[in-house]
C-alpha cells in the first residue's frame, strides 16, 4: 500500500524532485510541420494516439500502415486513415467527445520519435478518402489533425528498452497466442492443443483478409 505521504500532489512538488527544464527542451516545440517534422512523418509507418474521452477516461491505440501513410495536408494539418479493427471505436468515440489528441510517429530502427499534439476531426470527404485507397479499399474516415505543437523526443527510452537491438528480442512462443489469451478471458479456450492451433491459423486467415 503507498503510504499518502509518498504521492506527489501537486505541480511544484513534482518539479521540486528534479532540476529545470533545458533551455532547449522548451525551445525545440514547434507550432508547425518544419522540414524535419515532415521528413520524419514521411518515414514512418506506425504512430499511437492517445485520446480521452469526457470524463477523463484515456485510452492510447496503434495506426500502421505502409510508410508515410499519414498525409500532411499543410504545415498545420494532418489526416490518418483511419483502417478495419474491432469496431469497438474507442479512440474515434473519444475524438467526438473531446477532440484533443496526442500523437507518436515511430520509424523502425530509429531511437527517437516524433510527438504532435493537437485537435482532431473525423472526416468523410470522399477525394480525401480516395488518395488513402489501399488494395482497392478506401477507409470509411479519415482523423484531421490539426497541429498545436510538434517536437522530436530524445532516445533515451528507446536505447533502455534495446527495442530494436534483435539481441534483446523474444520468444513470442513464450506467451499464449492473442487467440488463447482472449478466449481464456471470456469464454474459454479449449484443451484440446490441435483445435487452438486451429483457431491461431484461422486468425492468420482473417489477418490476411481485413488489414484493409
Excluded at 78 to 104: H, W
Excluded at 200 to 209: G, M, N, P, Q
Aim: aromatic content about 6%; proline content about 6%.
Amino acid at each position: 500500500m503507498i503510504r499518502p505521504e509518498h504521492v506527489i500532489a501537486d505541480e511544484a512538488a513534482l518539479r521540486s524532485l528534479f532540476p529545470a527544464t533545458h533551455t532547449l527542451a522548451t525551445l525545440k516545440v514547434q507550432r508547425a510541420l518544419d522540414e524535419h517534422a515532415r521528413a520524419f512523418i514521411a518515414r514512418s509507418p506506425f504512430l499511437c494516439i492517445g485520446t480521452q474521452d469526457m470524463a477523463g477516461n484515456a485510452d492510447v491505440s496503434p495506426r500502421g500502415d505502409p510508410t508515410g501513410f499519414v498525409q500532411i495536408l499543410d504545415s498545420r494539418t494532418l489526416a490518418i486513415p483511419d483502417r478495419p479493427g474491432n469496431n469497438r471505436l474507442d479512440s474515434l468515440s473519444n475524438i467526438i467527445a473531446n477532440p484533443r489528441v496526442g500523437l507518436l510517429f515511430i520509424i523502425p530502427g530509429y531511437d527517437d520519435t516524433l510527438r504532435v499534439n493537437g485537435t482532431a476531426r473525423l472526416v468523410t470527404d470522399p477525394a480525401l478518402l480516395e488518395t488513402m485507397r489501399v488494395n482497392d479499399r478506401t477507409p470509411r474516415l479519415a482523423i484531421v489533425v490539426s497541429v498545436d505543437e510538434v517536437f522530436l523526443h530524445c532516445a533515451k527510452a528507446f536505447r533502455r528498452s534495446h527495442l530494436w537491438d534483435p539481441a534483446h528480442f523474444q520468444d513470442r512462443s513464450e506467451m499464449s497466442s492473442l487467440s488463447k489469451i482472449i478466449l481464456d478471458q471470456t469464454n474459454g479456450a479449449p484443451d484440446d492443443d490441435a483445435k487452438m492451433r486451429q483457431i491461431d491459423a484461422d486468425l492468420e486467415v482473417e489477418y490476411s483478409k481485413t488489414l484493409y
